[in-house]
């Protein structure tokens, strides 16, 4: 069985985007982007939501191309084309860049998908992600946390109908006060 996590950078007071989807607080230092990086170079398996995955491909497929582009972020690129993902949507009709889309059920794929064995899978985007935390379907939560309060937005953790039990994995600092707490869910 495959193990799935779920990681974002997140506010202190909880979100993973400030209102109107703004990101600017969550720019990585290059220790934190380079860890961000090591992730993709390590994952299986991502699964996108449709808003996530609209950033990332707006970005990525082409970044390393870009005049004054960092050894860091060629890297990345390279590794995000790369990586096999599946994108989770029911108002886009195509992706690219080692993708498939799925249009139906997220939760009964996503249960699919973790029955198989393979590379541990990411999950990204808030409503994806929410759906599978609802269906406890998460196996490890990485959260980096930055130190700014942006007060409303996109939340990391969604609402659910049962407690979630977790014990702590791990924790590392990052520069810029930047801490990544590592959570595994409890059987």
């Known amino acids: 069985m495959r193990k799935l996590t779920f990681g974002m950078n ?13 990101l600017g607080w969550s720019a990585p230092s290059d220790e934190l982007f380079q860890w961000w990086s090591n992730r993709v170079g390590t994952t299986g398996l991502s699964l996108y939501g449709r808003k996530l995955w609209e950033t990332m491909s707006s970005h990525w497929p082409t970044a390393d191309q870009q005049p004054g582009t960092t050894q860091a972020e ?6 995000w084309r790369n990586m096999p993902k ?12 080692n993708s498939r889309l799925v249009t139906g059920d997220a939760v009964a794929e996503i249960t699919r998908l973790k029955a198989d064995d393979g590379a ?12 599978a935390m609802r269906a406890g379907l998460i196996d ?11 007060g409303g937005g996109t939340p990391f953790f969604t609402t ?3 407690w979630v039990n977790l014990s702590l994995a791990g924790t ?9 707490t590592r959570y595994e869910t409890k059987s």
């Open 74 to 79: 060629i890297e990345f690129a390279r590794r």
């Open 160 to 162: 659910l109908d049962n």
């Open 120 to 131: 541990p899978m990411d999950i990204g985007g808030a409503t994806l992600a929410a759906a």
């Open 86 to 97: 599946v994108v989770f949507s029911s108002t886009i009709s195509t992706v690219d860049w």
């Open 10 to 22: 997140v506010s202190v007071d909880g979100y993973i985007a400030a209102p109107g989807g703004d």
């Open 140 to 150: 490890e939560y990485l959260i980096v946390t930055h130190p700014v309060l942006v």
């Open 172 to 180: 590392r600092t990052f520069p810029d006060g930047v801490l990544l």
